[in-house]
Structures are given as C-alpha cells and as structure tokens.
T-cell receptor, first 111, second 115 residues
Framework: DVKVTQSSRYLVKRTGEKVFLECVQD?????MFWYRQDPGLGLRLIYF???????EKGDIPEGYSVSREKKERFSLILESASTNQTSMYLC??????????FGEGSWLTVV | KNQVEQSPQSLIILEGKNCTLQ??????????LRWYKQDTGRGPVSLTI?????NTKSNGRYTATLDADTKQSSLHITASQLSDSASYIC??????????????FGAGTRLAVHP
C-alpha cells in the first residue's frame, strides 16, 4: 500500500515562529502536493512539485514556501506563522495523473 | 470559472438505509471526476475515478454515476453502515500539460449514519 506520512499530527505554534511540516512518501511518486483544508471550504492547493527541486505555486501560496531536496520528501514551510494559518494541512502524492494519495493531515494551531 | 458544488452539505440517515450525494461540476478541459471519503481527522481516501466515457462505476456498496452532458455526478451508498459516517468529497480534474492535472475540490457532504 502507498504510504504518505506526515511527521506531525498536531502542532501549536506562536505567531511569528517558523514552522516546518514534513511529508514523506514511499512509492517513488513524481508529484507531491500540499493542501490546506478549512471548514466549509474545499481543499486548496498551496504548492506542488513534479520533480526534485521543482516547485509550482498553487492557489494560495502566500505566506508559505516549500522544499523538495529528495524525491520522497516534500516540506512545507511557514516563514512567520500567523493566526490565519491555523488549519489542517494535507500532503499528497501521485504518479502522473493517477490516484492521489493523501497523508493523515497535520493540525496546526497558531496562537 | 472552474468549480465543484456538492449537495447536501450534510445528511443524517439511519443504518441500513440508502442515500445519494450530488455533485455539479464546471471543469474545463475536463479530464476525470473523483470521489473521496474522508473520515473525521484523517486524510481523504479515493473511492472512484471516472473518465468522460464512463457512466457508472462501483466500489463495493458505493456506486458513482457521471453525466457528462449535464455535468453532474452522484455517489449512491447502499445499505449504509455506521462506518460510512464521513465527509464525501467530489473532485473535478482538469486536463493539464506536463503530467499534472489540476484538481478542483468540492466542499464535501458530511454524512452521519445513526443506529
């Protein structure tokens, strides 16, 4: 089975802190994604990557950056966390246009 | 504008009953339509993927339909179980260059199955 692992399930950070969310997939997928999920809204794409060191902005990239140094790992970085970034963050991976596999999610609270 | 709208927002049914969830999509160029199940506090899990030429696809007690003319899809759940309690997310997928297809997510329908 494909496994997408998000290292932190629950985090509480202070405003202004730098936050790293890590994601690892074990299926050699080229594509990796970071989404944000808020109540009443569909998942919104923050960034995606289609290869090592390659990244593309999604729909809501402001306040976020990403890093993909190795194929299996895709990191989401909040340079200076703000309260409006309190949300659930979902990492996902896929091979070409096939099924997208999601991680279990990381719940981030910024106080 | 590319968008996916789902109805109802929430639904409560009794165990053993059937239900149907609706999805209207405006996605261009259209590649495929997907249904995901998301348990509370977990990541979404794929139920079905339907392309333009497919009208119906089943996955156990879940049956998805697609009407490409009206741009509507439905997810029918038969003989519901308590474990079906979850959010069901409809996703329209745009065709894209470079192997990346953009996903347009609906807000989901929250289903509660009561004993």
């Amino acid at each position: 089975d494909v496994k997408v692992t998000q290292s932190s399930r629950y985090l509480v950070k202070r405003t202004g802190e730098k936050v790293f969310l890590e994601c690892v997939q074990d299926m050699d997928h080229e594509n990796m994604f970071w989404y944000r999920q808020d109540p009443g809204l569909g998942l919104r794409l923050i960034y995606f990557s289609y290869d090592v060191k390659m990244k593309e902005k999604g729909d809501i990239p402001e306040g976020y950056s990403v890093s993909r140094e190795k194929k299996e790992r895709f990191s989401l970085i909040l340079e200076s966390a703000s309260t409006n970034q309190t949300s659930m963050y979902l990492c996902a991976s896929s091979f070409e246009g096939n099924t997208i596999y999601f991680g279990e999610g990381s719940w981030l609270t910024v106080v | 504008k590319n968008q996916v709208e789902q109805s109802p927002q929430s639904l409560i049914i009794l165990e053993g009953k059937n239900c149907t969830l609706q999805c209207n999509y405006t996605v261009s160029p259209f590649s495929n339509l997907r249904w995901y199940k998301q348990d509370t506090g977990r990541g979404p899990v794929s139920l079905t993927i339907m392309t333009f030429s497919e009208n119906t696809k089943s996955n156990g007690r879940y049956t998805a339909t697609l009407d490409a003319d009206t741009k509507q899809s439905s997810l029918h759940i038969t003989a519901s179980q308590l474990s079906d309690s979850a959010s069901y997310i409809c996703v329209g997928v745009r065709g894209g260059a470079g192997g990346y297809n953009k996903l347009i997510f609906g807000a989901g329908t929250r289903l509660a199955v009561h004993p």
